[in-house]
């Protein structure tokens, strides 16, 4: 038998036992779908951080700042007065709490000299106590740090301008209203303050002016205010009013590279750094550490949605078992006819792979068409303050690779029966009643 | 005398172990001549299933030799052996074993796609012997809408599709009533005597088994009378019809 011909007559008795076929495929299809969401999932959420730090537009810069005493295993660590807390970019960065030996600009001039380093500007961290507008309702708020090049996802209003010698800022979305505001049109243009307590204990008033309302992001930029780099020198004066040990010391510092050059040479770089006794992180790398949180997750709902399949499996070695014993007549007329076991068995492996492949098309069909209206409906209510995330995104490689697994799991199922077709004696299968 | 088609010698067969050994065949010696029609009687039980299953070469025999045209058959092997099978015989079950579900020439065609003969030319052969059959206007027919008598003709063509030199014929009027069965047998007969080829028919039809040019008769697993028609008629006293002169 060609093996055309084994494919064709596989299809053709697909079809013979209509209710059974269609049970077995509808389990199978199950897990497809299942499978086809968790990794559309998986794919969307990936997608939309990809693009977030695409929006951030600072791929160029890394965060730097000494590397933490390995003191671990000596004991309690002695006391430091110089120490500052770091921070990574943005107010939530992980690792917020650490403390370590301050940038100095002794040390600046040293990473500006290190090769590979286009600029290295000191990261001026300011913590605020309070904002208020017009004298209302004080509210607590976090003031992000200011990147270069860094772009906000704005619900109105434009982003604060680098270079502006006035003070501004953008506020998120969330404030408007409570600062007293009407409307986002009514902030944008008006003056808030922000409340900073110096070295002394005494209360500092900064005063800036909204350019932007900024949307709530993934990794937290756009969930506290986004001061320029003149507001961001202003509140740092003022936080140091009175000090007198840390005006010149940072927690850490930001260094502009080149990413052009590829990731051997950012690498480079970040070793030369770590040689040079500074640790280096890239928005990558954060990031990184996000995806690797979503990846963990989708490999745990894939799993569920792999435990589905094989369920399903051990629902094909049924059909196709009943399916044997049933055409056990036939099996043997054929192998008297002079067909070799190996057909056989080709036969109906063929028979359970299709069965699989019918069950994994209809589900991943069906599956990429309620991901994709449930995605869309989401990111208009739910996600609605999360403009650009489709939370449930395919793409063709991990589509075309669910089918790929569905058919494998199916034919390793098929091999049962089909071992067992292939296997009889074509005697026996006569006599059979 | 030319080589036989099919020859035995000495054939035992023996299913089973120890105790519960049982032996089937003790000891045949056939031989089957190219063009003869020839009857293989006896009683459910008595081996001759088990002989006819030998000759098609579906068994092995424990010991004992098959020749198929002169050439031992235990040479062949595997996918030798089925095309073998595939090329040189034709079968005819008393049960038909027709796929319900499919069409009169796809089941028709089956031994062809085995063989793997290509698309078109199945067609045309398929086609070719339902005419001959009288059965092409039933071509596109499921053959379970199909009479008892039709069944066993498509089984026929079926047998035929091959264009093979051996026919056995398994009970082939077992499940059809008189007038069927004869019609069947005609058919059947007809192509023995027009087409030359060879019918090997298990039964145990006394007036199925006298038409054959030579009948043999197992009992007991031994081969207990091998006798031209003719000579069969006069032992068991029924009357038989004249047959044809038979090359002994």
């Known amino acids: ?433 | 005398m030319s080589t036989p088609v099919l020859r035995v010698e000495d054939l035992h067969r023996s299913y089973g172990r120890g105790p519960t050994r049982f032996e089937a065949l003790k000891g045949v010696d056939v031989e089957v001549r190219a063009g003869e029609s020839l009857a293989i009687v006896g009683k459910s039980g008595s081996g001759k299933s088990t002989l006819m299953h030998l000759l098609a070469l579906l068994d092995r025999p424990t010991s004992g030799s098959v020749e198929l045209n002169g050439v031992p058959a235990d040479r062949l092997r595997g996918r030798e052996l089925n095309r073998v099978r595939n090329e040189t015989f034709g079968f005819v079950f008393q049960q038909f074993f027709l796929t319900p579900s499919a069409t009169v020439l796809e089941n028709v065609i089956l031994p062809l796609k085995i063989a793997g003969v290509g698309r078109a030319e199945r067609k045309r052969r398929g086609m070719a012997v339902l005419e001959q059959l009288d059965l092409a206007d039933k071509a596109k027919n499921k053959a379970i809408d199909l009479s008892g008598g039709q069944k066993q003709r498509v089984v026929i063509a079926r047998a035929l599709v091959n264009d093979p030199q051996v026919i056995f014929a398994d009970e082939p009027t077992g499940n059809l009533d008189t007038t069927t069965g004869a019609a069947v047998e005609d058919l059947l007969f007809g192509l023995n005597r027009e087409r030359g080829i060879t019918l090997v028919v298990v039964t145990h039809d006394e007036e199925l088994a006298s038409r054959c040019d030579r009948r043999i008769t197992v009992r007991d697993g031994r081969i207990e009378a091998s006798a031209t028609a003719t000579a069969t008629t006069a032992a068991t006293g029924e009357p038989g019809r004249p047959t044809e002169e038979v090359a002994a």
């Not at chain 1, 205010?225 to 010149?248: F, I, K």
Request: no cysteine.
């Open chain 1, 1 to 433: 038998m060609k093996p055309v011909d084994v494919v064709g007559s596989a299809v053709a008795n697909t079809f013979r036992s209509r209710t059974r076929t269609i049970l077995t495929v509808l389990a199978i299809f199950i897990g497809a779908f299942t499978l086809t969401i968790t990794t559309g999932l998986g794919t969307g959420i990936n997608r939309y951080i990809d693009q977030t730090v695409a929006e951030i537009g600072a791929e160029d810069v890394m965060t730097v700042a000494h590397q933490a005493d390995e003191t671990a295993d000596d004991g309690p660590r002695e006391y430091d007065p110089d120490a500052v807390a770091a921070s990574g970019i943005g107010p939530d960065a992980p690792g917020a709490a650490q403390t370590i030996d301050p940038i100095t600009d002794d040390d600046l001039v040293t990473i500006a000299g290190i090769d590979g380093v286009e600029s290295v500007e000191p990261l001026k961290q300011v913590s605020v106590d309070y904002v208020q507008h017009e004298g209302g309702t004080q509210y607590a708020i976090s003031v992000g740090s200011f990147i270069p090049g860094m772009e906000l996802v704005l619900a109105s209003g434009e982003q604060p301008d680098a270079e502006a010698s006035e003070p501004q800022v953008a506020i998120p979305v969330d404030f408007v209203e409570p600062l007293g505001f009407d409307s986002q049109a009514d902030a944008v243009g008006s003056v808030v303050e922000f409340g900073v307590t110096d070295a002394t204990g005494a209360e500092q008033v900064v005063t800036a002016e909204v350019v932007g309302i900024s949307e709530a992001g993934l990794i937290g930029t756009g969930n506290s205010a986004s001061p320029n780099t003149a507001l961001t020198d202003e509140l740092y004066t003022a936080q140091a009013t009175g000090a007198t040990g840390q005006t010149d010391v940072y927690g850490s510092a930001i260094v502009t590279f080149d990413p052009e050059l590829g990731e051997a040479a950012t690498q480079a770089l970040k070793d030369d750094l770590d040689e040079a006794g500074f640790t280096a992180t890239t928005v990558e790398d954060q990031i990184g550490a996000f995806k690797s949180v979503i990846d963990g997750i989708v490999l745990v709902l894939n799993a569920f949605a792999v435990i589905a399949l094989l369920a399903a499996g051990f629902g094909i070695v049924n059909t196709l078992l009943m399916s044997v014993q049933e055409r056990t007549r036939e099996i043997g007329l054929m192998k008297a006819m002079g067909m070799g076991s190996g057909k056989v068995f080709g036969l109906f492996s063929t028979e359970a792979t299709f069965i699989g492949f019918l069950g994994s098309a209809v589900g991943v069909v069906l599956g990429m068409a309620a991901g994709t209206a449930v995605g869309d409906a989401l990111a208009t209510t739910m996600f609605a303050d999360l403009p650009g995330l489709t939370l449930i995104a395919f793409d063709p490689v991990s589509v075309a690779t669910i089918i790929v697994l569905v058919m494998a799991i199916a034919f390793l199922a098929g091999t049962i029966p089909a071992g067992r077709a292939g296997r009889q004696d074509p005697i026996e299968s006569l006599r059979y009643e």
